[in-house]
């Protein structure tokens, strides 16, 4: 079975530059969750999905940020305008909520750079 | 906010050793996670526990819910080189609707 599904895997930009990031959970998902990482502050949760509706995006870190999902099958973060202190690695996750709901399954993550 | 204290920062072991973290929370978790991160790639579920008192083994690991809900810990037996990686605890608390809740990861190096 496919796990969940990132790309790309990595993105250089620059300063000012539009970046976007995609994921395809793991079918048959109703949950969908970005994290960052950074060697600062770790793991941190962005924004969830359930059922392709925003739950909670408090740990969005500003306006610069938007995460978008149009269907069960496909989701998008992105930056705009993107700074260096974006530069991270982003990891999208899925699990479902008639299972262990609380198993989250991560992809591979994006490593974002931007100069 | 909710968090998680992992303990220990990090680990540098003999291979054949065992090996054991533990993770510590402020407040009452329903649910306790534990993961595995290699390098350059996402954390991979290694254990899921539910039930406070609960012990579930997966290969060489063993995990357990502690008993005040508020900890868990985890352990290797016989470590080898490819248990090299970074592992983190998650909790999920009725609270947070979904969010886990991660520590801030164990650094694991084993020598040959």
């Known amino acids: 079975d496919a796990g969940v599904i990132q790309s790309p895997r990595h993105e250089v930009t620059e300063m000012g530059q539009e970046v976007t990031l995609r994921c395809k959970p793991i079918s048959g998902h109703d949950y969908l969750f970005w994290y960052r990482q950074t060697m600062m502050r770790g793991l941190e949760l962005l924004i969830y999905?359930?059922?392709?509706?925003?739950?909670?995006d408090s740990g969005m870190p500003e306006d610069r940020f938007s995460a978008k999902m149009p269907n069960a099958s496909f989701s998008t973060l992105k930056i705009q305008p993107s700074e260096p202190r974006d530069s991270a690695v982003y990891f999208c996750a899925s699990s479902w909520s008639t299972g262990g709901w609380n198993e989250q399954y991560f992809g591979p993550g994006t490593r974002l750079t931007v100069t | 906010g909710q968090q998680l204290n992992q303990s220990p920062q990090s680990m540098f072991i003999q291979e054949g050793e065992d090996v054991s973290m533990n993770c510590t929370s402020s407040s009452i978790f329903n649910t306790w996670l534990w993961y595995k991160q290699d390098p350059g790639e996402g954390p991979v579920l290694l254990i899921a526990?539910?039930?406070?008192?609960e012990l579930t083994s997966n290969g060489r690991l063993t995990a357990q819910f502690g008993i005040t809900r508020k900890d868990s810990f985890l352990n290797i037996s016989a470590s080898i080189p490819s248990d090299v990686g970074i592992y983190f605890c998650a909790g999920h608390s009725s609270s947070n609707t979904g969010k886990l809740i991660f520590g801030q990861g164990t650094t694991l190096q084993v020598k040959p």
């Open positions: 999905f359930n059922n392709n509706v925003p739950i909670d």
């Open positions: 526990l539910y039930k406070a008192g």
